[in-house]
């Protein structure tokens, strides 16, 4: 946290055995917990990066994520298609917040 924006390094899927989608859903559980702790939460993202193994995911990933925002107000956010440090992550998510 700096000057009340929270920036949240790359998160990544702890069980690795999930497809895509389960994956997605992990990380985005594993962020609305980090940014409690932050006294923020998603209404008050900023911008999101996503980065995919594959990009044929990207409509699964695209319809969980617009889901996880439902009645927020979407931030900026890039897209790329990535090899990741682990073979078995599909997907990694860094998310920058403002605080309440």
Partial sequence: VFNKVVYLSGQVPKNTEQDVAGQ???????IDELL??????????????????NLSDFSTV????????????????ATIQADLVNPDWLIEIAVTAAQK
């Fill in 24 to 30: 997605t859903r992990e990380i985005l559980a594993t």
């Fill in 36 to 53: 409690a702790l932050a006294n923020t939460d998603k209404s008050r993202l900023l911008s999101a990066q996503l980065y995919l193994k």
């Fill in 62 to 77: 695209n319809a969980i994520w617009v889901d996880w925002l439902k009645g927020c107000v979407a931030p900026s956010r």
